[in-house]
């Protein structure tokens, strides 16, 4: 008998079990969790802008006999003059909160138009339905009042179901921009229906000569950030490094309690944070500095979109340009050219502002209003989208 038949059955079985085993341990690849893609930092042409822009426009009819901007009277067809969006996403729908009026100065047109915020819903971010068909927030009835006259720039946040609005509000015509002010109000609807706060006027000019906020503030923009609600603001004032007035982002902060309600009632002590980089926007050739500021938070750090003001030959806003800063306050990091201006688009001639930046994942959506005034009449928000995994 062959000597390989000796070797024992138990042996064999053995040699055969450990062979295949080597075997299986050389072919199975490892297993390796799925990796998280990396959020990047915005940069000025990152941005996508969207074909079909205005994504809302002054003259779509749509609009016509349906959307009622005057309840006080017997108008059944109007040209809204869109201005100022802001969107945050509600559930699952997207909800913006919008300036508009029926008119603006011209002379056949009252002096001072009534601009009132409006509510539009979405389920893409593209197409828009009001709702409701009136205005959400209009000025105060009552002539004594700090905003008897008109209120704009609505911007929006979210807190334990309750919705916070900020607005810019006055006493006298929208152009009287020595008369405005930041007001605060809160919703359980959804931003259908306003509290105004007990406290309003939150901010108002100081009148101190060379206090960065001596003569001007509004145009809120607030964010949540590190349980604090920062509430970045445009202001002007004095300037000793320009020698005349400069148009600065101020910023006040409240803690949020996390366990209870948030009366919104106190407020640090406004302080300016960030101002133009000289060696992009020098005053001396008439860039006159940053307004309507949009704000949101990306992986902890806080980025700023702001509209950039040019006074030559008259006040106008030019670019929306991007800053970003690791706490909110300091160390703002200005991208070295502007994200849009006016000439990217051509339904713009007279002004690109009031950028509204909204995360959703890893996509930064941007909207922004513009204006054809004096051309075409177009009144319309624009968007633009930003992937942060390219």
């Not at 100065?105 to 389920?123: F, G, Q, T, W």
């Amino acid at each position: 008998m062959n000597s390989f038949c000796k070797v024992p059955l138990i042996l064999l079985l053995a040699f055969f079990l450990f062979s295949c085993g080597d075997e299986d341990e050389a072919t199975i690849s490892p297993i390796t969790a799925p990796q998280t893609p990396t959020i990047n930092d915005p940069t000025p042409g990152c941005f996508a802008n969207y074909a079909g822009n205005p994504v809302l426009e002054s003259q779509d009819v749509q609009w016509d006999g349906v959307f009622d901007i005057d309840e006080d009277s017997s108008v059944d067809h109007w040209t809204p003059r869109w201005a100022d969006p802001h969107v945050l996403k509600i559930g699952t729908k997207m909800v913006m909160f919008v300036s508009a009026s029926d008119d603006f100065p011209s002379a056949a047109d009252p002096p001072d138009p009534d601009i009132r915020l409006y509510r539009l819903e979405s389920n893409d971010g593209i197409s828009w339905t009001p709702n409701p068909n009136t205005p959400v927030f209009k000025r105060s009835s009552t002539p004594s009042d700090w905003d008897s006259s008109g209120t704009e720039t609505p911007a929006v946040i979210e807190f334990q179901g309750k919705l916070h609005l900020f607005y810019t509000g006055y006493d006298e015509g929208f152009a009287a921009s020595l008369r405005y002010r930041v007001g605060h109000a809160t919703s359980t609807d959804e931003g259908i229906t306003w509290t105004r706060d007990g406290n309003n006027p939150i901010l108002s000019p100081t009148g101190v000569f060379l206090d960065f906020n001596e003569s001007i503030v509004g145009e809120p923009a607030p964010v949540i950030h590190n349980n604090q609600l920062y509430l970045y603001f445009t202001a002007v004032g004095a300037n000793l490094g320009v020698s005349t007035t400069l148009q600065v982002i101020g910023l006040t902060k409240t803690v949020l309690d996390i366990s209870g309600d948030w009366d919104g009632q106190t407020w640090t002590s406004p302080v300016s944070v960030l101002e133009p980089d000289q060696s992009i926007y020098p005053r001396g050739d008439d860039w006159y500095g940053y307004t309507t500021p949009g704000a949101v938070e990306i992986e902890g750090k806080i980025h700023l979109y702001v509209s950039v003001v040019n006074d030559n030959p008259s006040w106008e806003m030019i670019h929306i340009h991007h800053v970003s800063s690791p706490d909110g306050e300091n160390n703002w990091m200005q991208d070295s050219t502007y994200t849009f201006t006016k000439g990217d688009f051509p339904w713009i001639n007279n002004g690109i502002h009031s950028p509204n930046p909204y995360i959703d994942g890893s996509l930064l959506m941007l909207y922004f209003s513009g204006n054809d005034f004096g051309g075409t009449g177009t009144f319309g928000v624009g968007y633009a989208s930003c992937d942060l995994t390219k």
